[in-house]
């Protein structure tokens, strides 16, 4: 009963520094995203993925990089890190078209501080 | 001017109470609408969805205003286990991208 898996879960940079964060989800599904979450800022969906090989941006790309070359990973890259994206990540996975029911499921998040 | 926008609180109400949150989007062509219930430091989950003809699950009531383009959440009945954020998200096509409003607080008290 994996769900959604996000590696790692906490994580500490310096500026300049990159990393990546991987999202698995075992659901098979076709929708997956990447939101960060600060305070009093609520979740801002940084991009998303409709399938296998796609990749959109959302409200907050800027800085962020992903790929999405298996359907059941979706890869959140920061080329160089910034003190601005420290951040809570969360990442999510829905049904696809014709399914789409509006429930997300979330992975526990990653807590990336930029020093 | 944020896609969706709520009143973050923190709403305090007594244990019994009613009470009910609103929030509004930007976007006429959204399609679909949810309410999801966030606890401190976890994941947010799906609460339910909002109906055009509105919709109760339990205590819970969602109402939706195409109109106005705003969404609202009634609880009734407060226990202390509502303590918890409670996000408006918006389906802004049928795209699957879904914009979470900023949230709202909610805190019951005995």
């Known amino acids: 009963n994996a769900g959604v898996t996000q590696t790692p879960k906490f994580r500490v940079l310096k500026t300049g520094q990159s990393m990546t964060l991987l999202c698995a989800q075992d659901?098979?599904?076709?929708?997956m995203y990447w939101y960060r979450q600060d305070p009093g800022m609520g979740l801002r969906l940084i991009h998303y993925?409709?399938?296998?090989?796609?990749?959109a941006k959302g409200e907050v790309p800027d800085g962020y990089n992903v790929s999405r070359l298996k359907k059941q990973n979706f890869l959140l890259g920061l080329e160089s890190a910034a003190p601005s994206q420290t951040s809570v990540y969360f990442c999510?996975?829905?049904?696809?078209?014709?399914?789409?029911?509006?429930?997300?499921?979330f992975g526990e998040g990653s807590r990336l501080t930029v020093l | 001017r944020k896609e969706v926008e709520q009143d973050p609180g923190p709403f305090n109400v007594p244990e019994g109470a009613t009470v009910a949150f609103n929030c509004t989007y930007s976007?006429?062509?959204?399609?679909?609408f949810f309410w999801y219930r966030q606890d401190c430091r976890k994941e947010p989950k799906l609460l339910m969805s909002?109906?055009?003809s509105g919709n109760e699950d339990g205590r819970f009531t969602a109402q939706l205003n195409r109109a106005s383009q705003y969404i609202s959440l009634l609880i009734r009945d407060s226990k202390l286990s509502d303590s918890a954020t409670y996000l408006c998200v918006v389906n802004t096509g049928n795209t699957g991208k879904l914009i979470f409003g900023q949230g709202t607080t909610l805190q019951v008290k005995p």
């Open positions: 976007n006429s062509a959204s399609q679909s």
């Open positions: 659901m098979n599904h076709e929708y």
């Open positions: 993925s409709v399938g296998e090989g796609t990749t």
């Open positions: 909002v109906y055009s």
């Open positions: 999510a996975s829905s049904q696809g078209p014709g399914l789409f029911t509006g429930e997300l499921f």
